[in-house]
């Protein structure tokens, strides 16, 4: 579950976000706080700061690093960040989100990387690297929006041919907040996703 109080951590702690982190991890829930890299433009110390300021407030469970830039030239960015989270929170979780497939050497930092971050249709025609199987699925994440109940099974089937071990689809959209509330299939998602491969 990801925590995003305002775009970060906000500017203190807020008790109703502790009530329900506190109430999410009890259910086995992993929790993390989500901090936006800016696909590397935000000073390492920024994102270092949010991150204490997440295991002090909310005593998440790991950062999940927005806007990554996933390209070899950023890679000692993200591994300092991803070497921060781990040495700040213990056992800290690092996901990371480049929205689509980064450098493989991302992988080495990162407990899961969202390699895929768009609409269903872009989605069907999407590039799949080699490298991939190289990887267990647990480390890919793939979140599609746009997408009609009617090729839910489709998308689900898809997503488990490209590896991935984290799925999210939506029929919400851009430019609207494709993550601004449940998809109206959230039941069927949720039987779908869950079914034995």
Not at 25 to 35: K, N, P
Not at 107 to 123: H, L, P
Not at 157 to 183: I, K
Request: hydrophobic residues 35%; proline residues 8%.
């Amino acid at each position: 579950m990801l925590l995003n109080v305002d775009s970060g951590p906000g500017t203190g702690p807020l008790s109703h976000f502790q009530t329900l982190v506190t109430q999410a991890q009890d259910a086995g829930i992993t929790v993390l706080g989500y901090s936006s890299t800016n696909y590397g433009q935000s000073s390492i110390s920024s994102v270092e700061t949010q991150i204490q300021e997440y295991k002090s407030w909310y005593g998440v469970n790991g950062i999940f690093l927005d806007t990554t830039q996933g390209t070899p030239g950023e890679f000692s960015y993200y591994q300092t960040l991803a070497n921060f989270v781990r040495s700040t929170i213990p056992n800290g979780v690092v996901w990371l989100n480049p929205g689509d497939y980064p450098a493989p050497e991302f992988m080495s930092i990162a407990n899961v990387v969202m390699v895929f971050e768009g609409s269903y249709s872009s989605y069907l025609s999407d590039q799949v690297p080699s490298w991939i199987s190289q990887y267990p699925p647990s480390q890919f994440a793939h979140v599609i929006y746009d997408m009609p109940s009617s090729d839910l099974a489709s998308a689900v089937s898809l997503s488990r041919t490209r590896r991935a071990g984290h799925l999210f689809v939506t029929d919400l959209n851009v430019p609207g907040n494709p993550y601004g509330a449940l998809p109206s299939y959230w039941s069927q998602e949720v039987s779908a996703i869950s079914a034995p491969c």
